[in-house]
């Protein structure tokens, strides 16, 4: 099997012979993969009239637990993403009543985001398309070599400081 990657690597093999050019076998592949997975995840959460960073928060609001609520803080670093984004996400979530802002009852600094019945009921309905595209999208792999990747990519975050807070 032949694929871009391996044209882009046999170009340089030719024209810069010196130099070891393997990284791009793995790194151009992740970045043509996480592409390509971008777009069907964009679709099946346009389905559902979300993007990549609604689902986001939903989700992460969700798999919380009871009472489905955080602090913008908290939100922030479940998702990894500015404070400045955090707001913004919040705000066009709360317009479309899907997450509700309250202050704290102990801390007046503290605001806390719920998830509303209904954004759980939304991310409760999205979720099963979610999981659906993404067992499609790996189909290709089975179960064993899933987890094998899944593996080695997770030890490949760690070694980039992406690891376990």
């Given at each position: 099997m032949t694929d871009h990657v391996d044209r882009v690597l046999e170009q340089w093999d030719r024209e810069r012979p010196d130099l070891d050019v393997s990284p791009m076998a793995v790194i151009g592949r992740l970045k043509r993969l996480a592409r390509l997975i971008d777009a069907e995840l964009r679709r099946t959460f346009a389905a559902h009239g979300l993007d990549s960073a609604s689902f986001d928060v939903?989700?992460?609001l969700r798999r919380s637990g009871p009472p489905y609520?955080?602090?913008p803080a908290g939100l922030m670093r479940s998702?990894?993403?500015?404070?400045?984004?955090?707001?913004?996400?919040?705000?066009?979530?709360?317009?479309?009543?899907?997450?509700?802002?309250s202050p704290s009852e102990t801390d007046g600094r503290v605001v806390h985001v719920t998830l509303t019945e209904e954004g759980r009921a939304l991310i409760d309905r999205v979720l099963p398309d979610h999981l659906a595209t993404e067992?499609?999208?790996?189909?290709?792999?089975?179960?064993?070599?899933?987890?094998?990747l899944a593996r080695l990519l997770g030890e490949l975050l760690d070694s980039l400081g992406d690891g376990t807070d």
């Amino acid at each position: 099997m032949t694929d871009h990657v391996d044209r882009v690597l046999e170009q340089w093999d030719r024209e810069r012979p010196d130099l070891d050019v393997s990284p791009m076998a793995v790194i151009g592949r992740l970045k043509r993969l996480a592409r390509l997975i971008d777009a069907e995840l964009r679709r099946t959460f346009a389905a559902h009239g979300l993007d990549s960073a609604s689902f986001d928060v939903l989700a992460t609001l969700r798999r919380s637990g009871p009472p489905y609520r955080l602090t913008p803080a908290g939100l922030m670093r479940s998702a990894m993403v500015t404070s400045g984004a955090v707001t913004q996400r919040l705000d066009r979530l709360e317009a479309r009543g899907l997450v509700a802002r309250s202050p704290s009852e102990t801390d007046g600094r503290v605001v806390h985001v719920t998830l509303t019945e209904e954004g759980r009921a939304l991310i409760d309905r999205v979720l099963p398309d979610h999981l659906a595209t993404e067992h499609r999208l790996l189909a290709a792999l089975p179960a064993a070599r899933r987890d094998e990747l899944a593996r080695l990519l997770g030890e490949l975050l760690d070694s980039l400081g992406d690891g376990t807070d």
